[in-house]
DNA sequence: CTTCTTGCAAATCCTTTGCAGTTAC
DNA sequence: GTAACTGCAAAGGATTTGCAAGAAG
């Protein structure tokens, strides 16, 4: 058992919940790529496999993944949302292109800082954070003219 | 006529849209405070006014009022959208509190500052930007414990 | 064996759309 | 006049839920 296994499993013990087949088979699912991805495309991915997971439960998964603090849910904006695990991938922040979708990760330790500085003043516990910039990146800002 | 609401006709005149009753109604509603709302709240609170616009219509300007550059659309983190206006309201960021759901505005410029930094750095021309901080405010923390 | 989970299908939520009638310019 | 606009009701997409059967501890 890996890392991020034990660590589900121990969140998972703590609550009194159980580690099923299929919070396993998502959890690998979930963690054999560094992309972001969208609840479909992985279940998509999933049956290519012959993962059989139902969506209900994938959702349900994901749900206690990102409450278990191993998965990140990122709103871009849009509708549906996005994920990106937690494990092996310091915390950044989106450059996302209104041009052509790509989105682009970033990190800068001042801004974190002044994120930090912020929150004092107010007597705000911060738990996540999440900075997304819209725009246009160099291909399409040449194509936009 | 006021300030936005030149805004908004010059911004129809120039595509060649109309100004409606409708969108008038909107907009002065949307312009009579200066809180967060949702699309459906602002469609309550007109109704109790009798001011009659329909659902359908009521996103259809938002979303006008958006590509016009009056409104700011916010997701956070929900599934519904949140809007503010911008007229005589400098852009800030957003410390959402999860205990009571408490939004409080704070506005940096050195983190807008950085921001731009990067934007030059990675050749991205910035549209708008969107920082939030998910966490639990003062009252709450203490509840917490 | 008891409690938690699953899969299914139906429900939900917010938002968008098609269309026939209406209005602004 | 004629494009754009409206309201309605129905559709849409992503996510959630109720429930009966199944699995984990």
Same mark, same amino acid.
């Given at each position: 058992?890996?890392? +991020?296994?034990? /660590?589900?499993? $121990?969140? #998972?013990?703590?609550? %009194?919940?159980?580690?099923?087949?299929?919070?396993?088979?998502?959890?690998? @699912?979930?963690?054999?790529?560094?992309?972001?991805?969208?609840?479909?495309?992985? #279940?998509?991915?999933?049956? @290519? /496999?012959?993962?059989?997971? $139902? /969506?209900? !439960?994938?959702?349900? !998964?994901?749900?206690?993944?990102?409450?278990?603090?191993?998965?990140?849910?990122?709103?871009?904006?849009?509708?549906?949302? +996005?994920?990106?695990?937690?494990?092996?991938?310091?915390?950044?922040?989106?450059?996302?292109?209104? %041009?052509?979708?790509?989105?682009? @990760?970033?990190?800068?330790? =001042?801004? @974190?800082?002044?994120? =930090?500085?912020?929150?004092?003043?107010?007597?705000?516990?911060?738990? !996540?954070?999440? #900075?997304?910039?819209? %725009?246009?990146? /160099?291909?399409?800002?040449?194509?936009?003219?």
């Amino acid at each position: 058992m890996n890392d +991020h296994e034990a /660590k589900l499993a $121990s969140y #998972l013990h703590k609550r %009194g919940l159980k580690f099923t087949r299929q919070r396993r088979i998502v959890m690998r @699912e979930v963690f054999a790529s560094h992309e972001h991805f969208q609840a479909d495309g992985l #279940l998509q991915r999933m049956r @290519e /496999k012959n993962l059989d997971v $139902s /969506k209900a !439960t994938l959702y349900r !998964t994901l749900a206690l993944l990102v409450e278990g603090g191993l998965l990140r849910q990122e709103v871009f904006g849009e509708r549906h949302c +996005h994920y990106e695990h937690i494990y092996g991938h310091k915390h950044h922040d989106h450059l996302l292109c209104l %041009g052509c979708g790509k989105i682009e @990760e970033f990190r800068n330790n =001042d801004i @974190e800082r002044l994120q =930090d500085q912020i929150c004092r003043k107010y007597a705000f516990t911060p738990t !996540t954070h999440q #900075l997304e910039i819209h %725009g246009h990146c /160099k291909k399409c800002r040449k194509e936009q003219g």
